[in-house]
Structure formats: C-alpha cells, structure tokens
C-alpha cells in the first residue's frame, strides 16, 4: 500500500491530465495482479467498487480516537492539525510523521517493514470494518491497521475511508489510464465501465483482454445510474462536530457523523478532486 500511496502523491502532485494518466497507467502496469481490482478502486475515491452497496460505517468519531491513540496525541492536537489542511487525512499523515520523526516506540509505533499492509490487506481490512458490529468492533479493526502504516499510507488510508481522495483523478481519467495501461481502445474500456459500475474489474477485463464480456453488475446497478450531488467538506474541526465530542453528520447537521465510504451524496462518488 506504501508503493500505491507514493504513486497518488505524485499524480496529486502535477496539475497536468496528460501526466495524471501517464503516471498511473505506469503503477497499473506493474502493480501485483492480486492487487490490481483494489487499487484502482481506492484510485476511485472509494472503499468498496461503485456498484458495491456495503459502506464501511466508520465514524469521524471512531477514527479520530484511535489516531489520537496511535499517535499518542489528544484530541487538541489532532483538531490544530486538521484546521491546518481542512483534511482528515493530511491530518493523520502530519501527527504520525511528527511521530516517526520523535523514534515513536511501543504502543505509538508505526510501520513500513514487512509488516506494513498490501493492498490487498488493506481492502480485506475494510471488508472486515464493514462487516464487523458495533463501533468498539469496527475501531479495532481500523486501529490494528493503521498501526501497521507509516504517515503516507496512513494519510490516503484514512483519505480513502473519509472519501476525501482529491488527487484530481476523474473517472475518464482512471478509464484513460487503464486503456492505456494495457493497450485497450479508451471507448471499450469506457462502455464496459458504464455497465458494470466497477472500476476494479475493469481494469482486470482490460488486462485480461476480456472487455467484451462486461455485464451488468449482479446489483443491478451500472454506473450511469449512481451519479451524485457533492457533499459540503468540512473546513475546521469545529465543523465535524469533534471539537467538543458531540459527534454530528458531515454537513453540520446533528447525527451519527457516520463515514460510510464514498457513498451516493459524497464528492468521491464524482470526483477524487
């Protein structure tokens, strides 16, 4: 997850499209055959593939406690860090690089030796927090995770889970640079991302040479019928509601703050900008 975590700050790194899609269609190519669905989903925004109903239920509440913990900072810090970027990941990456820096040991310590996730550790770790019941369970899960991950993995670890990706990759963008990747006509690989509103298989059908046998997905639902509205970012942390644990929905209006993934009313579900 390191190698897919390095390869999304420099495709946020250059404003330019032409770049964006050279830069990822060069990971595609390489990255383990294993991994390839997985990645290019978290390249979408998204925990779990479009078409995919499950949602990883973690709440801003649940993650920001067990970074606090991983850290070994309080709620303060964390609070000044995410006032600084208006994003929950930058935020985990900052405190846990602050930590590396200082030789964090024991219960603090992160890493990025053998042990450090894959990302196929990573999308079974999600799998497991949505199936898992209760907060209690789900912040287990996600605390052992991220103890396994150094700042940059840890940033687009909780980037991806909070749907906040913004590394400017757009969906013709992702389908530009898997046709490129392996060599496939860009209208193929677009009509048979439209029809199975999974990105992931895309790519795999794409490599495989099997685009013609894209069907609609078992949901029933396609791309083309899961567009929607952008969700209101939230720019402090008073405004996620945290500042004083009353935990509140993502726009400021009192509920359970859940962070479901990038579901239908998040801004990864259009866009990873």
């Not at 609609?216 to 509601?241: I, K, N, Q």
Request: aromatic share 6%.
């Amino acid at each position: 997850m390191r190698r897919w975590s390095l390869a999304a700050t420099r495709i946020a790194a250059t404003t330019r499209t032409s770049e964006k899609t050279r830069l990822l269609a060069d990971y595609l190519r390489d990255v383990e055959p294993d991994a390839l669905s997985d990645a290019v989903v978290f390249f979408s925004g998204r925990a779990f593939a479009e078409s995919d109903p499950r949602a990883a239920g973690l709440g801003w509440a649940t993650i920001a406690d067990a970074v606090a913990r991983v850290a070994g900072v309080d709620r303060l810090e964390l609070a000044a860090a995410y006032d600084r970027h208006s994003d929950l990941g930058l935020a985990v990456g900052d405190l846990l690089a602050a930590r590396d820096a200082q030789g964090g040991t024991g219960d603090h310590a992160v890493s990025a030796g053998p042990e450090a996730p894959t990302v196929p550790d990573v999308a079974a770790a999600f799998a497991a927090i949505e199936a898992a019941s209760g907060p209690a369970a789900k912040s287990a899960i996600f605390e052992a995770l991220l103890r396994r991950c150094d700042a940059i993995t840890a940033t687009y670890l909780v980037k991806i889970l909070a749907g906040e990706l913004r590394i400017g990759l757009r969906d013709g963008l992702l389908q530009a640079a898997i046709a490129s990747a392996f060599e496939r006509p860009a209208a193929d690989v677009a009509n048979a991302a439209m029809l199975t509103g999974d990105i992931g298989e895309i790519a795999v059908l794409a490599r495989d040479g099997r685009l013609g046998g894209a069907r609609l997905h078992s949901s029933g639902r396609s791309s083309f019928m899961l567009a929607s509205p952008r969700r209101t970012r939230p720019r402090s942390w008073r405004d996620l509601g945290l500042w004083s644990g009353r935990r509140t929905s993502t726009t400021g209006s009192a509920s359970s703050s859940t962070v479901a993934g990038p579901r239908r009313g998040s801004s990864a579900a259009t866009s990873t900008t």
